[in-house]
């Protein structure tokens, strides 16, 4: 279910601030608090739920941490949301079909 | 903001039926099609999904126990041809929520209907003055990341 995650924690815009961020390539979470109105702490509260999330994840680059987007879970977000909507608009069209039939 | 980013996903589909029965099945009867215990906040103890006017026409999920939570609200819709509403499903308030749109549009004797969702990049007021440059969204960060893949 880390689609469900994804999408939980993309419902904050903080959070997908934090996200945009990392579009560029792969930063610290200093870098991140310099471009945006949040503070460290916050930003490393976001940065851990998205990496819960599989949106992002991290890696120790000397004494530095750096976290970067995770393409396999936005991946599958995209995919989840695109096949959720294939799904519910084809319960859809037999419905209506169903109830134009009754018409009939 | 501009189109690329907002149309996250689009999704058509041809529906033998005629505009209004298409849009009264979309609406009035969504409890009997929508796949509640696949997409919705109480799964396997959701009871129902049922469109309601409650100063505005919104989309609430009802648990078996009574529990409600709001889906979105509708924006502005007009009967068998289109329906805008805010989209936050599992979140009762949301100051940036997403967005769908539907269009019902007569073709020959059933209705080509189209869905888009949109908006995950659409910023409240505050939050866009607080930060300029977010039009692009997280949509987009997929596309590249998807592109690269």
Redesign the interface.
Known sequence: MAYAHA??A??D?TR??V??E??DGPRAVGEIAER??VSRPAVSQHLRVLKEAGLVTERQNGTRRLYR?D?DG??E??EY??G??????????????K??GR?K | MNATTTE??R?E??????PE??F???TE?IA????LG??GTFLEQADSVVFEDRDGWRLIERAKDGRETVWGEVLDYEFSSRLRMTW?P??ST???PTEIELTFVADGDG?T?V?E?RG??Q??DE?RV??AG?D???V???E???N??
């Open positions: 999408l939980q993309l419902g815009p997908r601030a996200l945009e990392l579009r945006l109105p987007v393409p936005l991946a977000l995209r949301l695109e959720f909507w294939e799904e519910a608009l084809a319960n859809f069209k037999a419905a209506a079909e109830e134009e018409k | 996250t996903i999704k589909i041809f529906v033998d039926a005629s029965t298409a009264r099945v979309f009867q009997d099609w929508w796949p696949k997409y936050h599992g979140r949301d100051e940036m209705t209907v869905l969702h995950w990049e910023a409240s939050v607080a930060r977010y692009a969204g997280w987009e960060v997929l590249t990341y998807r690269a893949s």
